[in-house]
């Protein structure tokens, strides 16, 4: 696969969908990763020793300072001998002495005993005596080394996404994916997800025009509609680190036109705070009827302003959780206030532009309507129709619902984080400000509810994810991270009851722990050795009088009529998998063992055998098969 590079770009997250067999037409962008693989150990102590005795300048290349190291409880002298206490200009030690301990021994031997210092005499009979002892044990040395160094290199992300499980993971996908899109009849919708600083896989279902059958795929733009706020908040945290706000302070002090009526005395300050957290008490809107079609009144900035006057407060602040939209967009008047650059331009120039988001904008492009822009539809009604919805155009409410985005820029945003959270720095943001925006600052009196600066934060078992929603008049999306394992699902959808969140999920829980299993050194551990011996692969029941069959025979959709849905046959690894359609939510698939012929069973999730499954072909189709039996009962494979 070639990859292209855009130039100036920065860093971002590299597009690997080629080597996954779904589909949508993908790559465009992507930037190239290095991966450097960890220097050789040396072949044996023997070499290594004299390479340092013999230098007369003796700096400390990469394969010395790792070797020292890893000497350094055992032979602390070693160490000190060899690392002394100066960086060399190449970044390697260097010795304060231009001379070498041999060297330096011969010279001082030569001297008259009076003339040399009795310490640094001592110090270089202990040298000599070290290195001829070091030589002796070389063999000793060596082995260890060896052993100590020569670790097996992380995978790199094209093995990450060409492991077996993770395509097992994207084929049991898929299936659930094209079921979702024709049982719930949605119009179309991308997907993409993430690790690290890779699009491990990304893809489209259906279509984003409807009427000229234009594919969705990776770089189609839809309207993000609340992921909006979180550009918003990075904005203000940026004003925040330059001096130009605190968080504590009331709104009213950088909005002078703030006039919103305070209907609890008891109440303390709204502050620049509360509107992230949204815990202001504010409404949810502006007064104005913009969610109602056809055509979606958003109110201008000056409208927005001038009617505050005639709105008041639901809480007191600090009291409730209240999601508001006019809190986010009040958060970015403050960041134009502070920074004196009107909010579209400022986030264009010091968040977008920085981070190389090319299809990502605060405004809805109508120039590209029906094109790279999906086209929004309605929710399904009673006459089970789904119709196009009008534009619209956000104008004061732009900070919190005004932007647009695609699958591939939402993966080079969720990459920035990743990277700024493990390396540090201050790449458009600092690294601590980010933690800080990504940590709980609200919680709910019910302890249901909680949120940190802008970002969603919330726990599903022992993981943390942040992220947002989004839900705009034809328009449902999720952005979902989560940091520590450094994945992120990104689900866009053209169709006002769309099922992002749905998908979203079901990446993060069947394709995250299969990427997970990848990224380990070996692409597997002991767990996963334990789990295929329990599935009955590899182990001494496994087959041995045939040839384990061609799995790719048996793979496809097998309807249950006349009861409705269908049985989805997948290739999982080494073995098949089965996942009844439709269904809610994507588990973990039923799994298949090989028996004989084309006989398989299907296995309780404790690795029991339960019933068998055989899957039957007709004469003039061998290489497919035509019906999968369970229980008696046929299930007919429906048409490719």
């Known amino acids: 696969m070639t990859e292209k590079r855009r130039p100036g770009a920065r860093d971002g997250p590299r597009d690997l969908s080629g080597t996954s067999p779904c589909r949508g037409r993908l790559g465009g962008g992507a930037t190239t990763i290095r991966f450097v693989a960890p220097r050789a150990a040396s072949a044996s102590r023997d070499a290594w020793i004299p390479a340092c005795a013999g230098r007369k300048k003796p700096t400390l290349c990469e394969d010395d300072r790792t070797t020292v190291a890893r000497h350094r409880r055992s032979t602390p002298v070693l160490h000190r001998h060899l690392a002394a206490d100066r960086r060399g200009p190449t970044g390697g ?37 070290l290195c001829a002892a070091l030589a002796l044990s070389a063999p000793a040395l060596g082995t260890v080394a060896t052993a100590t160094t020569d670790e097996t290199p992380p995978p790199t992300a094209e093995q990450i996404a060409a492991h077996p499980e993770v395509q097992g993971a994207i084929a049991a996908l898929d299936a659930w994916l094209e079921a979702v899109r024709i049982y719930d009849d949605v119009p179309g919708f991308s997907v993409g997800f993430v690790h690290d600083q890779d699009l491990i896989w990304s893809g489209g279902y259906g279509a984003s025009n409807l009427e000229t059958g234009r ?137 977008l532009d920085p981070l190389g988001l090319e299809h990502t904008r605060p405004r809805y492009p109508d120039e590209l309507r029906g094109e790279q822009l999906a086209i929004g539809y309605t929710g399904i009604d009673r006459s089970r129709e789904r119709v196009p919805v009008s534009p619209f155009y956000t104008r004061g409410i732009t900070p919190a619902a005004g932007f647009t985005s695609t699958v591939e820029d939402l993966a080079r945003f969720a990459s920035w984080q990743f990277r700024l959270l493990e390396q540090g720095g201050d790449e458009v943001l600092d690294a601590n400000t980010l933690r800080e925006m990504q940590r709980v600052h609200w919680v709910d009196p019910d302890w249901e509810t909680t949120w940190g600066l802008g970002f969603n934060v919330r726990r599903d078992g022992d993981t943390t994810l942040v992220g947002h929603s989004g839900g705009c008049p034809g328009y449902i999306t999720q952005f979902v991270l989560a940091p520590k394992k450094k994945i992120a699902a990104i689900a866009l959808t053209n169709a006002g009851d769309g099922p992002a969140w749905r998908i979203a999920d079901a990446m993060l829980k069947v394709l995250g722990p299969a990427v997970a299993q990848a990224a380990k050194p070996g692409g597997k551990d002991e767990e996963d050795d334990a789990e295929t011996a329990e599935d009955g692969q590899g182990d001494e029941g496994a087959e041995t009088e045939e040839a384990a069959p061609d799995l790719s025979r048996y793979v496809g959709n097998y309807a249950t009529q006349p009861w409705g849905g269908e049985s989805a046959v997948r290739i999982w690894g080494d073995q098949l998998v089965a996942i ?31 019933e068998p499954w055989v899957f039957e072909f007709d004469a003039a189709a061998p290489d497919a098969a035509a019906r999968l039996v369970v229980h008696g009962n046929p299930a007919t494979r429906i048409p490719d």
């Not at 609890?264 to 009827?289: A, K, M, Q, W, Y």
């Open 93 to 129: 030690r260097k010795m304060n002495s231009t001379l070498d301990a041999p060297t330096a021994t011969s010279r001082l031997a030569g001297l008259p005993v009076a003339a040399v210092p009795l310490r640094a005499l001592r110090r270089a009979v202990l040298c000599s005596l």
């Open 215 to 351: 594919a969705a795929d990776a770089e189609t733009i839809y309207s993000i509609c609340s992921i909006s706020k979180l550009f918003t908040a990075i904005a203000v945290l940026q004003q925040r680190d330059a001096g130009k706000l605190r968080l504590s302070d009331p709104v009213a002090e950088h909005l002078e036109w703030f006039s919103l009526r305070q209907a609890h005395e008891d109440s303390p300050t709204i502050t620049v705070e509360s509107l992230l957290t949204h815990s202001s008490g504010l409404p949810r809107e502006s007064d104005f009827g913009y969610w109602a079609g056809p055509d979606f009144p958003f109110p201008t900035r000056e409208q927005m302003i001038e009617r505050l006057a005639s709105q008041e407060t639901l809480y007191p602040a600090q009291r409730l959780f209240q999601y508001s939209n006019l809190a986010l967009s009040l958060a970015g008047e403050v960041v134009q206030a502070t920074s004196g650059v009107p909010y579209e331009e400022y986030v264009q120039q010091q968040i």
């Open 580 to 610: 009844d359609l439709p269904s809610r939510v994507l588990e973990k698939p039923t799994k298949l063992r090989h028996v004989e012929g084309d006989v398989f069973v299907r296995l309780t999730s404790d690795g029991e055998e339960r």
